[in-house]
């Protein structure tokens, strides 16, 4: 099972979307995460078939909204390289 690993100062508990960058063949999938008390929590990224994509995690802490995004690269089912956006 491949996992995009995550490690943040609180909890995370929000929406997670994995979108195919690929004009051909796009492809988005949800995710609910809910890392209950844990700070580490990792994203399963099985599903993400070769190509680039990106990755974004929507959540609400403090009453604050947040919103992160990496793009990834997936090649012969590994994770190849995560770059920032």
Not at 47 to 74: A, P
């Amino acid at each position: 099972m491949k996992f995009l690993s995550f490690n943040f100062c609180h909890p995370f508990k929000g929406n997670v979307k994995l979108i195919k960058l690929s004009k051909i063949l796009p492809k988005t999938l949800n995710l609910f995460i809910d890392s209950k008390n844990s700070h580490n929590f990792e994203i399963p990224v099985d599903e993400c078939e070769d190509g680039e994509w990106k990755i974004t995690l929507n959540w609400r802490q403090n009453h604050m909204s947040y919103f992160y995004e990496k793009i990834f690269n997936v090649k012969d089912a590994n994770v190849l390289e995560v770059e920032e956006c």
